[in-house]
């Protein structure tokens, strides 16, 4: 089975600067996709930014963008020039590209706390 | 286009109670899922549906119950809830592919 694993259960970074997320995963396929989702105070699951794991370019959405080995099965989040707005849960999740199912399976999320 | 709906948004039930918890969408997608997100935790999966009249369980389905007549509506059941059932529960709806997940705002249901 697979599984999604955050080892940083929380995070804190100064305004305007830059902070990495770490995220690894547990899969034997070769095809799925990887997410990371934004989950501010008011609890509404917020997708950042997706990687197809047959593309080996990195996935960038403006000020976010990742960090994908597939070899090393890491999915990392960086968020540059941070700010206010930013501070929130942010979970990882993985999603196969087999079966009917393609549910979902998320880490046990990063709380991030950014500083003025 | 108001994508993914949820209601009711807050419920607090007795133990034994039942209710459904409703949800809808307006994106004309077959796959709709129900998930749980208890304190400090991921979302995990109770029910999910491919189309309509098509439902399975998921990783937690013990306690609830789903039905799918449309597809545009995916109601959660809770026969007789248990304080274990206290949680935020999200419903969540996808295009076919590789198009991500949509999420509904949630549900904070507490059972005293």
């Known amino acids: 089975a697979q599984t999604v694993t955050q080892s940083q259960p929380e995070m804190s970074v100064q305004e305007a600067e830059t902070v990495t997320l770490s995220c690894t995963y547990d899969?034997?396929?070769?095809?799925?996709?990887l997410f990371w989702y934004k989950q501010p105070p008011s609890r509404q699951m917020i997708l950042v930014i997706r990687q197809e794991a047959y593309k080996q370019q990195n996935a960038t959405e403006n000020r976010f963008s990742v960090n994908f080995q597939k070899a090393a099965k890491s999915f990392s989040l960086k968020i540059s020039d941070s700010q206010l707005g930013d501070a929130a849960m942010y979970f990882c999740a993985y999603r196969s590209d087999r079966g009917a199912t393609n549910k979902l399976i998320f880490g046990t999320g990063t709380l991030l706390a950014v500083q003025p | 286009n108001a994508g993914v709906t949820q209601t009711p948004k807050f419920r607090i039930l007795k133990i034994g109670q039942s209710m459904t918890l409703q949800c809808t969408q307006d994106m004309n997608h077959n796959y709709m899922y129900w998930y749980r997100q208890d304190p400090g935790m991921g979302l995990k999966l109770i029910y999910y549906s491919v189309g309509a009249g098509i439902t399975d369980k998921g990783e937690v389905p013990n306690g609830y119950n789903v039905s799918r007549s449309t597809t545009e509506d995916f109601p959660l059941r809770l026969e007789l809830a248990a304080p274990s059932q206290t949680s935020v529960y999200f419903c969540a709806s996808r295009g076919g592919g590789s198009w991500p997940q949509h999420f509904g705002d949630g549900t904070r249901l507490s059972i005293l």
């Open positions: 899969t034997s396929e070769s095809d799925y996709y």
